[in-house]
């Protein structure tokens, strides 16, 4: 059999091949576009089944608007948090001299820790920070300071900040070392014999190349924050004032009343993480120009 | 003689129409019509909760062809109606055949067309206030409102209301349910309003109100629903909770932590519980025998090892059916007479103002 | 300087990290007054709940690594053999459960295949199964195609084929024995990946009224005291295994390939 190239048959090759991915393209449409589609859809319609912008304006209640601004509240800090130590921490270990082999667990560390969240890292943090705590006792007997009185409370939006780090930092660790490496030394070296200081070289060269990874990650990390409800049921129930919280508690019963508000809300969702996750990939693109 | 024989017959088909309204099917039909369907569907039954693991256990093994499929035990009362609206189109396994609710949630239910009625075999020894007439709610059980403590955290146990109140407390006092849909909360906002002096009711719902208010602000107040694992944690340590959950609770924990059970001296609240067959439960039947076990001798008691007053205690203790021993465990009667019964149009007008005002006067979230 | 700083950000970072994983192990073990003791553990391993939520979870992962491969493997080899055009848009969908949140995905389930739907997959237990199986593979969806694609490139794919096609292998002959043992490594990692992630998932086990491990742990947070920090210990120790068995697989593929 010659085989015939391609391009002299094209009309009666495609649709075959086409065929191949017809499983894959089934299964995303069943299981991933379809129902998205129908909370989106469902965010527009009225109980009667016509288009409304009703549900959204009625997103505008306070206890509704309170929990997007504490997610969005809570996804920005730790963001920034996990970003900033993250970054301390991987840059410690590519540029700060320290001994080769201790990359290795991190990575393997940041890669176990980043799979932690959820139920098992509420108990880990209960069992650590919470009034019984070992640190939070610990820090009591031997050194008399009650965190509680200094107004630290493990159940409270800033407990869950510190919980939520334990997942946010090992992602930016992740993500940021492959960034970091592709730093080259030559550049550090040129910039050197130019006369800049180190302060200046990260200012002017190194921190301006990875400002689009940087807050491409970050807004990876607001994503992943956003959209996070395991661990903050586990931890503090659903007297939580998250959207991700009410819109379970909505889901389980309809506690606002309204089922087409719940649309409203996922769909709330899915604009912010998509924004979110939108903003990383077009600045993940323009970096790897960078540090190809 | 022809208004006699006329009244006479009048009587007797009344009669034998509700004697078909009683026992429309024996015992043997349902158990078979059960069989058949293979499954019951329950929701909001911890196991702890009035020794329903045991309860349920016991029925398992009566009937190894049904399936026990447990739904979220967490549920509270207003989440197990809000279950039953959910899943009206669904048969599927998400669906709740049977739910158990506080006594305001169960005339309100049966008012939206949620409840199928049913009446028991030992329907008679149910008291009267506190069943439907038709079926459609009965009670099952009883306790009294008290304060589970946990004594390595805290050094002086809290006897009453007024104390919860106390500096000392600070950070410590917490609801065992969520007070917009739990009736536990719901009716412990109502008790500690009523120890404040105000009538049953609506009143004494706005006057808990009033408490949980001053508790929130003077820091005592902890919104994270309590239970035996968070008071053993430490996140709340002392919990308002029913006596039966709470000595429950004493029992798992087994003195690590030692824990004390307090039925506050003022405010003593007794609140019942009552079953419902849901109208749209797919597996009606298995529903129905499931009543059937749960008011007959086994179930009764098996509620009574879980320290809960069973619905037929009166009939029964006369009858001389209860081990003494399990009438030893129980708490003390003295708090029981000591307790009050709400009537239905209290615990309604409590609930509503309690769920609808929560938010807005105390708003206690987790900030 | 700058070496002082690099162990300062590392260590207290590390204090960060170690500090929960100590109060949780240290917690579980103080279940018996006064000493430390492994009697949570042992109540968790004779808990039958325990066993039967673990189980399904186990089976559960086992069957969404099955589709998972099933789907993706020959999906990403038609891709890169036959459809390069496609790939920006299969792409696209693979990084969609990332946008999305889980709990999203798992309310337009519930809205979609309820029992007056076209597909009524919620009506029945084994339904609902099927329906958290096809959701947790679109969990891992990003994770596995990304494995395997990486795996793929590193293969020079057209040229196997034509060799096993001049030979006359079809389509299936192909897949299994040529394509798939060369990418079993990035395969393993996908799957094992997926095992770390199915075991722990909360959200949409708990709203489709599931009886896996999540909601099992959840509900044991709530009414117990050592066993939740027990389960946490053991739920850790599993995700360490399959993080460890990825990087065991991945370095033993890295000698072989030295090997040829």
Known sequence: ?292 | MKIRTALGLTASLVASLSATVVFSQSLADIETAAKAEGMLTTIALPHDWCGYGGVIEGFKAKYPEIKVNELNPDAGSADEVEAIKANKDNKGPQAPDVIDVGLAFGPSAKAEGLTQAHQVATWAEIPDGIKDAEGHWYADYYGVMSFLVNKDLVANVPQDWADLLKPEYAGQVSLAGDPRASNQAILAVLAAGMSTGAAPGEAAGKAGLEYFKALNDAGNFVPVIGKAGTLAQGTTPIVIMWDYNALAARDTLAGNPPVEVVVPKSGVLAGVYVQAISAYAPQPNAAKLWMEYLYSDEGQLGWLKGYCHPARFNAMAAAGKIPQDLLDALPPAAAYEAAYFPTLEEVDANKAAVTGGWDATVGANVE | MTRIFAWAALLLGCLYFLLPLVGMTEFSLKMRRGVYSFDAYVKVFEDPTFWATFSYSLTLAAATIVFGVLLVVPTAYWVRLKLPQARPVVEFITLLPLVIPAIVIVFGYIRLYNTSSFLPLTGSAFGTDVLLTMGYATLALPYMYRAVDTGLRTIDVATLTEAAQSLGAGWFTILTRIILPNVLVAVLSGAFLTLAIVIGEFTMAALLNRPAFGPFMQLLGANRAYEPPALAVIAFAITWACMGLIQLVTRFSKHERAKA
């Open chain 1, 1 to 292: 059999m010659t085989d015939i190239p391609p391009r002299h048959r094209p009309k009666l090759r495609l649709p075959i091949a086409w065929l191949g991915i017809l499983p894959f393209a089934l299964f995303a449409l069943l299981f991933l576009i379809l129902p998205t589609m129908k909370i989106v859809v469902g965010a527009f319609q009225s109980p009667a089944g016509g288009f409304t912008l009703q549900n959204l304006i009625d997103l505008n209640t306070d206890s509704i608007r309170s929990a997007y601004w504490t997610s969005i509240k809570l996804s920005l800090i730790t963001a920034l948090l996990g970003c900033a130590v993250g970054f301390a921490m991987a840059a410690a270990v590519v540029f700060g001299g320290l001994p080769k082999r201790i990359r290795g667990p991190l990575l393997t560390f940041s890669g176990v820790a980043s799979n932690f969240a959820g139920v098992p890292l509420a108990f880990a943090f209960i069992a650590t920070l919470g009034p019984a705590g070992l640190v939070t006792l610990w820090l009591k007997t031997e050194f008399g300071i009650n965190l509680r009185a200094m107004g630290f409370n493990l159940l409270s939006f800033w407990g869950l900040v510190v919980t939520y780090l334990f997942f946010q930092i090992p992602l930016m660790i992740l993500i940021i070392i492959p960034a970091l490496d592709g730093l080259k030394r030559e550049w550090r070296e040129a910039a050197a014999v130019l006369g800049a200081t180190g302060a200046q070289y990260w200012r002017m060269v190194a921190l301006p190349i990875l400002f689009p990874s940087l807050l491409g990650t970050f807004a990876l990390l607001f994503a992943n924050s956003f959209g996070a409800v395991a661990t903050a049921f586990a931890l503090t129930g659903p007297q939580l004032n998250i959207v991700p919280i009410k819109l379970f508690a909505q889901i389980r019963g309809d506690v606002l009343g309204n089922p087409n508000l719940g649309y409203a809300l996922a769909f709330g969702m899915i604009v912010i993480t998509g924004l979110a996750n939108v903003t990383y990939i077009v600045l993940r693109t323009r970096s790897e120009r960078w540090l190809k």
